[in-house]
T-cell receptor, first 112, second 113 residues
Framework: EDQVTQSPEALRLQEGESSSLNCSYT??????LFWYRQDPGKGPEFLFT???AGEEKEKERLKATLTKKESFLHITAPKPEDSATYLC?????????????FGPGTSLSVIP | DGGITQSPKYLFRKEGQNVTLSCEQN?????MYWYRQDPGQGLRLIYY???????QKGDIAEGYSVSREKKESFPLTVTSAQKNPTAFYLC????????????FGEGSRLTVL
């Protein structure tokens, strides 16, 4: 069964304390992995797309990496405004159409 | 500015009532989607549409209906047949179908009283 899991469920960091969020997936035929940021009560905002193992993407304090079984979202020297829920999604080839499967998210809190 | 507009932001419904959530986009995107978000779960696809006058069921379509009469609009009706409708509903669009690069609206929170 195609599945996407994220860990930890919640993460609390001090401002400036770097860390990583994990997204693990078991899908048949990966056709892309996507990271989103979601603020409370808002819709998700697209951050990155990764297609193949070894690929990396960066945006400000965020860097996303991809292996054959998981992706990491590295947060370097986070600031309070980085507090949000980070969602991971994968696009997997299906029998009749490609499916986009979302993980449950990691809730990040950055304390000043 | 281009984007997706969902309304209403908050909606309360009595049991047995149908309600319709509005979704309008001015991004000129072909594909549009409706997702449901519940605490602790990933977004789940309700319906999607690749093109005007065409739409397909997603993973949890039971108790929901949609229409796509215009490229810009993709309203979702939550019917009385939906057993557990209280949730956060998200509308999204993409340039083409079957991509994970989605643009989301601000969401509509439906509460059944």
């Amino acid at each position: 069964e195609d599945q996407v899991t994220q860990s930890p469920e919640a993460l609390r960091l001090q401002e400036g304390e770097s860390s990583s969020l994990n997204c693990s997936y078991t899908v048949s035929g990966l056709r892309g992995l996507f990271w989103y940021r979601q603020d409370p009560g808002k819709g998700p905002e697209f951050l990155f797309t990764l297609y193949s193992a070894g690929e990396e993407k960066e945006k400000e304090r965020l860097k996303a990496t991809l292996t054959k079984k998981e992706s990491f979202l590295h947060i370097t020297a986070p600031k309070p405004e980085d507090s949000a829920t980070y969602l991971c999604a994968v696009r997997a080839s299906g029998t009749s159409y490609d499916k986009v499967i979302f993980g449950p998210g990691t809730s990040l809190s950055v304390i000043p | 500015d281009g984007g997706i507009t969902q309304s209403p932001k908050y909606l309360f419904r009595k049991e047995g009532q149908n309600v319709t959530l509005s979704c309008e986009q001015n991004l000129n995107h072909d594909a549009m989607y409706w997702y449901r978000q519940d605490p602790g779960q990933g977004l789940r696809l309700i319906y999607y549409s690749q093109i005007v006058n065409d739409f397909q069921k997603g993973d949890i379509a039971e108790g929901y209906s949609v229409s796509r009469e215009k490229k810009e609009s993709f309203p979702l009706t939550v019917t009385s047949a939906q057993k557990n409708p209280t949730a956060f509903y998200l509308c999204a669009s993409s340039i083409v179908a079957y991509t994970g690069e989605l643009f989301f609206g601000e969401g509509s929170r439906l509460t059944v009283l």
